[in-house]
């Protein structure tokens, strides 16, 4: 998703344990998202995966086994004798709903793509490539706000490393997550 996420949003490296995790800026504080209108409407034309699956979210357990998940305070799961229009989590055969087995596919599939993104990222990181971003952005509300904690690649490092080493990151997958991640930095100002 990240070629079209990069189109309308920053693209940040948050650390996650000795790692680290891609994300879209949609805030510069905690619970506002400045990509909503206040009825809840998304005012770009991508909604990241994370929220079009939403409620239910893919959870693997201690097994590795994958399990399906829902938020039951999210008011959009109802019990059916409540309301006949609502769709049914399992199907006649037993099996899931075909519904419900769309939403599972695109969980898992978002899964091996988060999969891979991590592996890339770890090749970045082993490389030496990511970098904190210190940026200030100017705010209508706060005048200019300085925005820490978030790490972004750090184009003159990547620039400057051995052919083999940038061969790797190429192989690895890696290089399409740098340059779109650089790329997208230009929207934190939005």
Not at 72 to 79: A, C, M, P
Not at 120 to 142: D, F, N, Y
Request: hydrophobic content about 45%; some cysteine; overall charge negative.
């Amino acid at each position: 998703e990240l070629p079209k996420a990069v189109l309308h949003y920053p693209i940040a490296l948050l650390p996650e344990g000795e790692a680290f995790g891609l994300y879209a800026l949609t805030g510069l504080e905690p619970g506002r998202n400045l990509f909503l209108t206040r009825d809840g409407r998304w005012i770009v034309p991508y909604t990241p995966a994370a929220i079009r699956a939403y409620p239910f979210r893919l959870a693997t357990l201690d097994d590795a086994r994958q399990v399906l998940c829902f938020d039951e305070d999210s008011g959009q799961l109802v019990d059916a004798d409540d309301n006949p229009a609502a769709l049914p989590f399992f199907g006649e055969d037993n099996g899931p709903h075909p519904e419900v087995g769309r939403i599972l596919e695109f969980l898992m599939e978002t899964d091996r793509s988060q999969q891979r993104t991590r592996r890339a990222l770890a090749a970045l990181q082993e490389k030496g490539v990511i970098a904190p971003w210190e940026a200030v952005v100017e705010t209508k509300e706060k005048g200019r706000q300085a925005v820490s904690g978030l790490y972004r690649i750090d184009e003159a490092a990547l620039n400057a490393l051995p052919a083999a080493d940038f061969e790797e990151l190429r192989q690895a997958g890696a290089l399409v997550i740098a340059y779109t991640q650089m790329l997208s930095m230009q929207h934190l100002a939005n």
